[in-house]
């Protein structure tokens, strides 16, 4: 059974550095599986933030993109968050998920789901 | 505003059936898998249906899915009061590049 357990401060001051690691257990980084990051602002709805492929890949999303940075440490079986000059508006509880995608031969999307959660991670952004 | 529109609750009373559906367009929905998912108050969310209409290892087959054009249902029969949560869908969108979520629907079981 694969498990993810995010890990980081749960509080960040407005203009800093957002910095969150996911544990890997039941499953190998250096494999040929997909890794993503979610956040949920309090009250609100799931926002995907980004993906990082098997071949250290990423791809985010466009209105995150400038100040995402993910990373993945296949010897620790762990991969990271960054987001920068965070604002009150990236106050969310933050999970990160196995992700199942298929492609086309084309390598064109045809499914793309989130199998295995995290517990999730409450980040305030707080002077 | 989501990209995929759901309504924000339902309800029904146990043993019944209720549908929550999930309305996108040609850029997402019509044109890829969806998934739903299942989140209780301070838990991270469950996968309860991944292509359109497959369960995971786990899922009780009182949870099912379906999709026509460019929009999606998630089923759920003989309703328990555990089955009280929000229920949410997801696909991918390719004007977007990337996964994209529902709004979320609030289920009640009365």
């Known amino acids: 059974q694969v498990q993810l357990q995010e890990s980081g401060p749960g509080l960040v001051k407005p203009s800093e550095t957002l910095s969150l690691t996911c544990n890997v257990s039941g499953s190998s980084l250096a494999g040929d599986d997909y890794w993503g990051w979610i956040r949920q602002p309090p009250g609100k709805g799931l926002e995907w933030i980004g993906s990082i492929y098997p071949t250290g890949t990423t791809f985010y999303n466009s209105s995150l993109q400038s100040r995402v940075t993910m990373s993945m440490d296949t010897s620790k079986n762990q991969f990271s968050l960054r987001l920068t000059s965070v604002t009150a508006r990236d106050t969310a509880v933050y999970y990160c998920?196995?992700?199942?995608?298929?492609?086309?031969?084309?390598?064109?999307?045809?499914?793309?789901?989130?199998?295995?959660w995290g517990r999730g991670t409450l980040v305030t952004v707080s002077s | 505003q989501s990209v995929l529109t759901q309504p924000p609750s339902a309800s029904g009373a146990p043993g019944q059936r209720v549908t929550i559906s999930c309305s996108g367009s040609?850029?997402?929905?019509?044109?890829?898998?969806v998934s739903w998912y299942q989140q209780s108050p301070g838990t991270a969310p469950r996968l309860l249906i991944y292509n359109d209409n497959q369960r995971p290892s786990g899922v009780p087959d009182r949870f099912s899915g379906s999709k026509s054009g460019t929009s999606a249902s998630l089923a759920i029969s003989g309703l328990q009061s555990d089955d009280e949560a929000d229920y949410c869908c997801a696909t991918w969108d390719v004007t977007l590049n990337g996964p994209v979520f529902g709004g979320g629907t609030k289920l009640t079981v009365l």
């Open positions: 998920a196995k992700t199942e995608p298929s492609f086309t031969a084309s390598g064109v999307v045809v499914s793309y789901y989130f199998h295995y």
């Open positions: 040609s850029s997402n929905v019509g044109g890829h898998a």
